[in-house]
């Protein structure tokens, strides 16, 4: 397989500096251009970013001179990934996808757009199909390959669906579900983001936007295609009553997630049947051989204090996702814990695992 | 009013070291003994104990000889507070009933007890009736006040309970409540406590026997008295359906729950009523004048992201329950945030008004 | 004693909010003017700031109208009390002083001017009388108060001279110190302040400018004024040398320092003579009546493991100094541990205290 | 090379757990037998301990019985790791000993015996000479190799006399040094380990018994051996004055130290003299292969914030050590802020580093 060459939008932020520290270590990718804002363009990587990763910042990454976030300097790019921040997101990725070239977002501004996949690369990678349909109709027609932006979900809807989508599977809908989040600060970005003052000895209990990106994002997830393979038709709210509750919390990284459900069907599986079908589904990314496809998706976790975040957020990398205390629930049928890795499966992460997919498919 | 002689069994314990601390600056009480362990009796208690407030141990107390948990040694003490552990409390606090003494206990062991009140000070004062009743039935009969005993609720009931009592006196029972805590770690006391490996940059989704403890303790506490006014009658699980997930968070002090929940009567009362309820609730105990009581009882904020624990928990000295981000829920009828501090309405300090309340109603 | 009218600059942000807190429940001042930028100006203060103290912002307080910080708005406050942010703060109180107004600030500009006091008024008190001096000659000349400046020290220098001084007076100077600070995120304010990504799970071994202002100050708060009583001069850098290394920690409020020190006089006292210089360590502050004065300045604690910044912080609310661990050391003469509050004696509260003692005395 | 059977005792605490987890992925070694106390002993590992690492145990080693920890059980291994407790550590390491194996030890109990290596493995794995010298004499007489033990240094040593010993070879002996350690709490272990009621914003300015050790073990690792090469001959107290001031901060891991010291030998060296020694010092460990030896022993920072534990400390999977703000110092001559990783190259790392030396030694 030969190297893919990668753009980075948004280098210099927080996202923008995970991607790059994914690609760094990746066999499939190499980095080719960097882009950032008219103030950091022109310097070195090194000059333009205050590095904080826990990994320094590999000195050949560092020479590379930050371009503007505009098309032509990402021209020979295979894909692009963007880590813009929302304010920016919206017109640069727009322009990119009209360059023709293949963006995989982190930005919001997509992600509810009938025609854009929502994609958490463990769940959902069929709805990358309605990309690749679009693509076949422009290969049988003889025209190039069109541009096109996938969007990486928010960081707490891909833990949240990572478990109801083997249920879905197995059980049928889900008609009710409420979700209460801890969240780890690193989502939140280095500056301003969380600051010490507000997080220390202490808990946020509101996260601007999350609630409704959680509670709508869900539904596209895990909902269908139209009969033409063109567009999203997320669940309607009649048929799934989603309610969220976010919360920030002190942890550096990962999601925990208290969540109960109902089953649509009577009576409701088991317990038992329940933890069965989490711990054998397999993501599609693992069969499609991607390399960072977690070598177990789901992780059901027996031990009554588990899963928490310091101990469990890099199962597989941060590509697994753990569940614990699955047990059955007074209002609703079953409540559990869920935890994922906010940065890699709720962000850059999943980006780059995206990235592979569409690599493994041929539409890169 | 006369100075009522206090008792504090478990005094060494953290518990114990609160009741120790409120009493130190308390207008109605003296501290009068201290019991602790066979280990700790008949040192000064400033040798018996590893003081851990932030107020510094008041040289009067810290002269205080340790004694063991027996009745005679307390035979003098208006009214007993006990901060015992579980593994303890039921043999001594029953010994201390049987020899005629009034206690209020911080431990789990009695709560369940039918004509055992239940009580959080600024919800269901009137629970102690039941109390009052069998002493006024000993008066009449002419014979020496019996012995009894209140229970302090758990921490994170007391906080579930005091949004939910002013609501159901307003709009009729509430039939289906989730409760998913955040939990501080000073509930668990010092030694060993939380762990610090177990709590730094980490959340621990699991306390042991907190969840059935709040699902079965509101029904006791929002439930009713025969009506021969000697034994409580906890709503039933087939009326209340109440759902718990317990999380301990790396704070020190102030549990937070994300509630939600739903009203039996349709239509259910708007957001702006649910906020007027409580806001405008007075608890009994200020009515009667408690020095503890909270001149304003639930707090309800109206800013976005309150309650937090670090700036709200310590409102009305801790007796004051905030409530905030009181909306609209898809699932049941309502979700809220609620704060309250777990070592002060939670624990010790309840147990201090609930003297207060006996004093004011002279049943010690 | 007359209410004074008291100012506040730069109140919008954490060190105003602070001195707001502190004057709101104050016997002796109360809140005449609140400045802030012009972008505040016009708005009732509630709308102005985003209020983070652990106390409820008092309703009269919120509904103060916020000015821009220009003199004549503050004509009539017998005291001004600035929290500027050091971009500004140099020609704002210029301005101020010029008008004939007496300021009490917390910016770092004017702290090495020869003329100002540089006050710790816990302990250096007596160097407001070179202020004193100049108002006693203009009052001789039958000329009107002029206005003058007295400068809050740096946080950390004040926890750090406050043990020094009674040991200098004591045992005569001091000519090595070492000073490694572990610095609470309070003194950084709020916004951006520590963010939570740097300081969770970690200690950030740099804190911009500090280092220089603990070895300066220290020499300029225990030297002496010059025989016309106008000038201050610090002790010269041959003369006592010293070295700081500064740390930011996660904690909240309370700077911890561990230091060590030689006296130039052999041979030294011993370890017992030099805690009983710090426990006998009376302030003036204490012997005018000051309301914020503490009770023991200096407070000696004999636990191994003390002082500790949660537990011993708020001794004597904030404006008591303890001080642990005070034993030989190998390289200097002593070792020791010291704990202040950073935002009372080396901040907000310091400029009260000062305030008080600038009434006491008659100045303002 | 042939793999070497290892033992570990100790194996269910937190030193153990390191051992293992070190252990499971290392190329050289695999665990032939695990040791804990008698209530352990007979259970499968899993059952045994209560793992608490970031990565899962794998299941082959939960299948482990665990054994008493006595000789006869670990016949067979070439290595003995332990992690016992210094309670335990005296009889049954000697009785290891003296049934002919080698130990390397995180024990204090033997680290001051005049016989016995105490070895920091990237500083000074010469003193390892010492064992090999009798080792030789025996095999020289036709004897059987004597058992051993080799201490591991206390884990605040390891990082102050990581950058020291590049600095005495380069520029001669150090005579006054000062170190203020602000420590990690996984040094402390899990049960009871640092309570979070202690270290939730929070410092302890003490740890048992450890600046006591920070001062003579350096004396014993930067020191020599006799003529005979039989015996370590730490530097004199009169020839190295060392002082510590040893805290506990809210860090999971990375021990930052602030340090400065001055040279003997006049005038000392420049602080470009002194980075440019340290960032060029290799380690034997790595000259000779050693798996686990990072491929930059002293990493020399130039950022002014740097080092910091979340970011720096796993720099070669925690065997590199980072040092930085390298600068003069008014009282000695040089300060800097050192960062290392305690429980990798301060404990079980350590001991496995050491284990990696015997092996290429010929040792084991």
Not at 208 to 234: C, H, M, Q, R, Y
Request: proline content about 7%.
């Amino acid at each position: 397989m030969s190297i893919k060459k990668a753009g980075v939008l948004g280098a210099t932020g927080s996202v923008g500096q995970r991607f790059i520290l994914l690609l760094t270590q990746h066999p499939e990718f190499e980095i080719h251009a960097l882009g950032a804002s008219p103030r950091s363009a022109g310097k070195p990587y090194s000059q333009a970013t205050a590095w904080r990763q826990t990994e320094l910042l590999p000195e050949s990454v560092g020479n590379i001179v930050v371009q503007e976030c505009k098309p032509e300097a990402f021209a020979d790019c295979d894909i692009v990934f963007s880590g813009l921040d929302a304010k920016y997101a919206g017109d640069i990725e727009q322009a990119f996808v009209e360059a023709g070239l293949a963006v995989v977002s982190n930005a919001k501004n997509y992600r509810r757009e009938p025609t854009v996949p929502l994609v958490v690369p463990i769940i959902n990678p069929e709805h990358i199909d309605v990309v690749a349909n679009r693509v076949n109709a422009a290969k049988a027609k003889g025209e190039k390959r069109p541009g096109f932006i996938i969007c990486i979900s928010n960081c707490s809807t891909a833990g949240l669906v990572a478990p109801l989508k083997p249920l879905v599977d197995a059980f049928g809908p889900i008609d009710a579900l409420t979700a209460t989040t801890l969240q780890a600060i690193s989502g939140a970005g280095f500056s301003p983001g969380v600051s010490g003052m507000d997080i220390l000895d202490n808990i946020v209990p509101f996260i601007s936007g999350e609630e409704d990106k959680l509670e709508w994002e869900t539904k596209k997830i895990l909902g269908g295609v139209n009969a033409e393979g063109t567009e999203f038709t997320p669940i309607p709210d009649s048929d799934m009553k989603v309610s969220a509750q976010c919360n920030r919390v002190p942890v550096i990284d990962g999601h925990t997630e208290c969540i109960s459900f109902r089953f649509a069907k009577r009576p409701p599986p088991s317990v038992e049947q329940v933890k069965k079908a989490l711990a054998e589904y397999e993501c599609d990314a693992k069969k499609l051989g991607c390399h960072s496809a977690p070598k177990q998706t789901i992780h059901v976790l027996e031990q009554q204090d588990r899963p928490q975040p310091r101990l469990d957020r890099d199962r597989d990398n941060g590509y697994g996702v753990s569940v614990g205390r699955v047990r059955e629930d007074p209002v609703l049928d079953f409540k559990m814990v869920v935890l994922s890795h906010n940065t890699i499966i709720g962000a850059a992460g999943a980006g780059i695992l995206i990235g592979e997919i569409l690599n493994a498919k041929g539409l890169i």
